[in-house]
């Protein structure tokens, strides 16, 4: 019988072992994989739309100058963030409280923009007047309900009672949350990119 | 060992047995079951759908069904055996057996794993609904637009269709990802990746198939629905839409799909068929990398579904040549079970004729499967009954009859009682005559050009004789299954089903170790693994004489290294919980208020969802930090 025999320091004395915390994060990094692939086929769906139909051409290309205010908005969200995340690590949770309600409140004004936006551009182009309509609202809608679901999970955080290491799950739960809220942010990059430069490029 | 210490554990693991434990309980064994039971019932469901159109296609000229029926039970029937039937049964065993053949006492989330329990059922029943509408989708199961515009598909059947999905993929992308990360934080000390039991790999070959997939699905079926309800374009031409736009993201999940439904049939043939040969499998690490590279490249081969739509000949043969690479994965697994049947000294068990059936039908449908990955056939067969043969060979063969010959092998582990082998060999005989007397005749059929999807046909075109065999196959296959069924009910009678024992087969991996059915906890001593076959090593995985792996002071398990599963943690895992149950009756009330187009209502379900899910994570009970 093939069978392996290896020197595996099986029998490691479990008082020595700490409480698990990384599950969770595993988790969420898959989920964000997830969701890259359905913003992927979003992106797909948008080249794919416009290669089909040439008339795309003529439509008048979104204004830049909102998107970029949103834009730096969110960038700046992001490194709020990351820097709440070196001070939770650090065990100093005021400052990492602190930078969540900031993230909190740039993601509000990133919203009260996004309606501007939506005002403006809805004059041009509605989702019901043409497949590039449908497309591009569709796309910023996904977008603007996945920065809802990440201010709805921040806020959670902040509402913990302890954000360090738990016994009790969610564990990590700021570093998952914040996770998430990068991947958000990096949509919006994409979206600037792909549907608001690129047809202001030709 | 103590007796205190497993009143201790089992204090700590088992749900109590009351209807608020039953709706609550997290515990993989319960739910794994009850994805089986459930997963079984859509496969009745979809097979009497299946004897109904067999019925009518008996003679020519029928008029049993009218052509809608038609429609909506053939497209019905597909929906029911693709999505509610093959994946979860597979999800069911894996649920069930993953965490006692790694070693843990749970999956890495049980909670998530009620849910998505949950969300699969009741995504089956929001789909069943449509029935007693009399509005069932009808659009077969890829659904291709224009077809399914609001305009050529009125009513509600093609939105049943499209929410059921949404809702499918949710439970089903939640289920993958609990998957993965048990397989890589959850492995016994000890059982590195080179040594992981084989389902294992196809398991995450599967899940992480399902979480780049899934997406693709829902991205189609959110322009479906928004289209056909709000007014939006996607696939309509005359506003700039492409119909195509439809069939890439439905093929792009749909052949990853494919394989999400075989590979992990694969795997548990890779676990039973080496222990009815008595001898290890011959090229484990081949047979692990093969069922790894079919779940990769088969993201590569989408658009051979799509030969019959007109594109350049450059993309058509890349993906000619890539679906005809796909056949070498799995090549090396035919040839390495071959090997170890050749090697080994087999034991024609109930499983065994199962295996070895699955075999046969692997090959032929394999093959008809090269010939239609050639173009000019592709050409000539396509909307044929040929490709209706080709993927009942490869359906039935490589998902159904080893999910039988799985059930041989596991059930006795799950009910702690023997099935007859005599019984179990009968079936077996009157599912596979069954099957071919029913699908063989339908490559001829395809080949003489008899299109699918078509209630009836007229006399005279020589498919009469070869129709009415089919449906006498069909009927004998289901006789089959029945024959199966009764095996099973029968086992867990006192009298009539003998006690299994731990370990009935002789078999080499952990789950063995465990009584039958195991202990909520799984085992007393979190075992520790030195090879591919722990029961078959000398090493004593159990062995703990100063018991330091019992973990008896609340849920815990022991969290792994992904690659060399040295332990790192211990984990802790969560208690029974209604509010997942609570969650997916609020999600289906969300799918429900979508259909009605009840805007305002589907926003308070979703607010009401957000404040389940912060209750889910709240923590309970919070104590000092370990």
């Not at chain 2, 059982?191 to 979480?211: C, D, G, H, W």
């Not at chain 2, 058509?316 to 090549?331: D, H, K, L, N, P």
């Amino acid at each position: 019988m093939s069978t392996l025999i290896t020197e595996t320091p099986a029998e490691t004395t479990p008082t020595q072992l700490s409480l698990d915390q990384e599950r969770g994060h595993f988790g969420i990094w898959l989920f964000v994989g997830s969701e890259v692939f359905l913003f992927l086929m979003l992106f797909f769906s948008y080249f794919f739309l416009a290669f089909g139909d040439w008339r795309w051409l003529r439509e008048e290309p979104p204004k830049l100058t909102l998107a970029f205010i949103m834009l730096a908005v969110l960038l700046t969200s992001s490194v709020v963030l990351r820097w709440g995340e070196k001070q939770v690590e650090r065990a100093k949770f005021a400052q990492g409280r602190a930078a969540l309600a900031v993230t909190i409140l740039l993601g509000i004004a990133f919203l009260v923009l996004s309606f501007f936006e939506y005002r403006e551009h809805l004059k041009e182009v509605t989702p019901w007047s043409n497949a590039y309509g449908s497309i591009f609202y569709t796309i910023t809608t996904f977008h603007v309900a996945h920065l809802v679901l990440g201010l709805c999970m921040l806020a959670f955080v902040l509402a913990l009672p302890r954000i360090g290491v738990t016994r009790r799950p969610p564990h990590r739960a700021y570093s998952d949350v914040a996770l998430y809220w990068h991947f958000v942010d990096v949509v919006w990059v994409f979206i600037v990119g792909i549907l608001y430069v690129l047809p202001n490029l030709r | 060992m103590s007796t205190a210490v497993v009143d201790r554990l089992t204090e700590l693991w088992e749900t109590p047995h009351t209807t608020r434990g039953w709706f609550s309980t997290v515990d993989h064994k319960s739910l794994g079951k009850r994805y089986l039971a459930t997963a079984m019932v859509f496969l009745l469901l979809g097979g009497l759908e299946a004897l109904a159109m067999r019925l009518q296609l008996a003679r020519s000229d029928q008029r049993l069904l009218t052509p809608e029926t038609y429609d909506q039970i053939f497209t019905m029937h597909s929906i029911t055996m693709i999505f509610w039937y093959a994946q979860p049964i597979l999800s069911g065993f894996s649920i069930y057996l993953i965490p006692l053949m790694i070693g843990a006492r749970d999956l890495a989330f049980p909670r998530a794993n009620s849910f998505s329990y949950y969300a699969f059922l009741l995504s089956g029943v929001f789909l069943y609904c449509s029935i007693f509408l009399g509005q069932a989708p009808h659009a077969g199961w890829f659904a291709y637009p224009p077809y399914t515009d609001a305009l050529y598909s009125p009513g509600y059947g093609m939105d049943f269709y499209a929410l059921a999905l949404l809702f499918f993929t949710i439970s089903s992308t939640v289920g993958a990802i609990n998957l993965i990360v048990t397989i890589f934080r959850f492995r016994a000390p000890g059982m590195a990746i080179s040594k992981m039991p084989l389902l294992a790999y196809s398991t995450l070959t599967m899940s992480f198939s399902s979480v780049f997939a899934m997406p693709s699905l829902a991205a189609g079926c959110v322009f479906l629905e928004l289209q056909r309800r709000w007014g939006f374009h996607f696939y309509d031409v005359a506003q700039g839409g492409q119909p195509l736009l439809w069939q890439q993201l439905f093929w792009f999940f749909g052949h990853p799909w494919v394989y999400i439904i075989f590979l992990p049939a694969t795997g548990m043939i890779s676990m039973l068929l080496p222990t009815f040969s008595r001898r290890p499998i011959v090229g484990y690490p081949y047979v692990a990398l093969a069922t790894v590279m079919t779940g990769v490249v088969g993201f590569g081969v989408w658009v051979h579904h799509m030969f019959a739509v007109g594109m350049s000949h450059m993309s058509m043969s890349f993906f000619s040549a890539a679906s005809m690479t796909i056949s070498i994965f799995s090549a090396v697994q035919v040839f390495a079970w071959i090997a170890t049947l050749w090697k080994g000294r087999p034991v024609l068990t109930a499983s065994m004729h199962f295996a070895l059936g699955f075999l046969a039908l692997l090959v032929i449908g394999g093959l008809d499967g090269i010939v239609t990955a050639i173009i000019p056939v592709d050409w000539q067969v396509t909307d044929t009954y040929w490709v209706v043969s080709h993927l009942h060979y490869v359906l039935v063969g490589t998902n159904m009859i080893p999910v039988f010959a799985a059930f041989y092998y596991w059930l006795p582990k799950m009910t702690g009682r023997m099935m007859s082998e005599t019984l179990g060999k009968w079936s077996f005989w009157v599912m596979f005559i069954g099957f071919n007397m029913a699908f063989f005749p339908m490559h001829i059929e395809g080949l003489q050009g008899m299109p699918r999807r078509v209630y009836t046909y007229p006399p005279g075109l020589g498919v009469d004789g070869m129709n009415f065999t089919s449906t006498v196959g069909a009927f004998i296959l289901g006789v089959g299954i029945a024959i199966s069924l009764f095996n099973f009910f029968r086992s867990l009678h006192p009298v009539t089903g003998r006690i299994a024992g731990h370990n009935p087969w002789n078999a080499d991996t952990l789950e063995w170790s465990t009584d039958s059915p195991p202990a909520p906890y799984g085992s007393v001593h979190l075992p520790t693994v030195r090879s591919r076959h722990p029961l078959w090593d000398d090493h004593d995985e159990e062995f703990d004489p100063d018991d330091r792996r019992v973990f008896a002071e609340d849920r815990l398990t022991i969290a792994t290294t992904w690659l060399d599963a040295e332990p790192v943690a211990v984990a802790l895992i969560p208690e029974d919980t209604l509010v997942p149950l609570i969650l997916t009756v609020v999600m289906g009330l969300l799918f429900g208020a979508l259909l009605l187009a009840k805007l305002w209502f589907a926003l308070a379900t979703v607010i009401v969802c957000l404040a389940l899910m912060a209750v889910w994570m709240w923590p309970r009970h919070e104590r000092v930090p370990a």
